[in-house]
Structures are given as C-alpha cells and as structure tokens.
C-alpha cells in the first residue's frame, strides 16, 4: 500500500506562491505516474498537474500552464508542485495522487489514480 501525505498549503495573497509537497511511504512511487488534483467546494475534484515516472514529461491544466510546476524526486519519494502567480480562483483542497498501474500515463482522470493523500488546503486571498 502507498500512504500520501500533502504538505505546504495554506493561506497566500494573490499573486504570491506556494511550494506544495507529497511524501509517500509504504512503497516507492518512482515508478508510478503521479498527479495533483484540486477540487473547490461545490466542484469537481480537478486534474492540476501530472508527472511520468522519471519526470520526463509533464501534462497541465491549460488554467494553470506557466504558472505551476510539477516535479519530483525518487531518490525521496516525493512530489512537488511549486504555485505562482496565484489566482483566487486557485483556491481549493489540494490532493496528490499516485497512477499505480503506469509510470507513462498523463491522466487527467480521477479514476486512473490508486492511491490518494488527504489533501492540503490552499487559500488565496484578493
């Protein structure tokens, strides 16, 4: 099993950053694609970013290209999705997911993901 655990949200003003983190345990991810998903009150849980298993290549949201990153390291287990230039509009619970059936898949789909962390709140004021 693969435990996640998001870390590094909370409350920023617009236009500021924010450096979210994803720590797995269990088993190592460096072989699963890895994704983050948000999801706002009311709405869909969203596909923000997805990463392949050696980081070669990376699938956005078009509402967030050029302003978030994705990346990851396997020596640590870890995933990381550096926010900038943040909208009220970014607002939401952030969640990190992990592919566990492919490595090269850039899903955008809530399905295609195994194992999910509880999710980090990130708040962005006007």
């Known amino acids: 099993q693969v435990q996640l655990v998001e870390s590094g949200g909370g409350l920023v003003q617009a236009g500021g950053s924010l450096r979210l983190s994803c720590a797995a345990s269990g088993r190592t991810v460096s072989g699963y694609t890895m994704g983050w998903f948000r999801q706002a009150p009311g709405k869909e849980r969203e596909s923000v970013a997805s990463i392949n298993w050696h980081g070669g290549s990376t699938k956005y949201a078009d509402s967030v290209k050029g302003r978030f990153t994705i990346s990851r390291d396997n020596a640590k287990n870890a995933v990381y999705l550096q926010m900038n230039s943040l909208k009220p509009e970014d607002a939401a619970v952030y969640y990190c997911?992990?592919?566990?059936?492919?490595?090269?898949?850039?899903?955008?789909?809530?399905?295609?993901?195994?194992?999910w962390g509880q999710g980090t709140q990130v708040t962005v004021s006007s």
């Open positions: 997911a992990a592919d566990g059936d492919s490595g090269w898949a850039l899903s955008p789909h809530v399905y295609q993901y195994d194992y």
